[in-house]
């Protein structure tokens, strides 16, 4: 592991083992809360985003069950036809 810099070296300059081990168990804790904050961020990002996608997904469902049941079939571009017009 490598030392602190000089600054936090400074504020902290352990004299004995138990004021190195609350330094180290400070920064470990540190450490995990920083690790813990960007975890749930992640997590929250990908559950938001997976939502989305599922809304989306069911958006087109509907909207594809509903055009079939107005007898309506996409042809190219945005020109929708009923079904029964068909060429």
């Known amino acids: 592991m490598l ?3 000089p600054a936090i070296m400074a504020e902290t300059d352990p004299k004995t083992v138990q004021d190195l081990t609350a330094v180290v168990q400070t920064l470990l804790q540190q450490m995990q809360d ?3 904050t960007m ?3 992640i997590i929250g990002r990908n559950i938001l ?3 989305k996608i599922c ?4 958006l087109e ?3 594809a069950d509903l055009m079939t049941q107005a007898g309506v079939e996409e042809l190219e571009g945005e020109n929708k ?3 029964t017009h068909k060429s």
């Open 3 to 5: 030392p602190p810099p």
């Open 34 to 36: 920083k690790f813990q």
């Open 39 to 41: 975890s749930d961020q």
């Open 49 to 51: 985003s997976s939502c």
């Open 55 to 58: 809304r989306i997904d069911d």
């Open 61 to 63: 469902k509907n909207i």
């Open 81 to 83: 036809m009923p079904a």
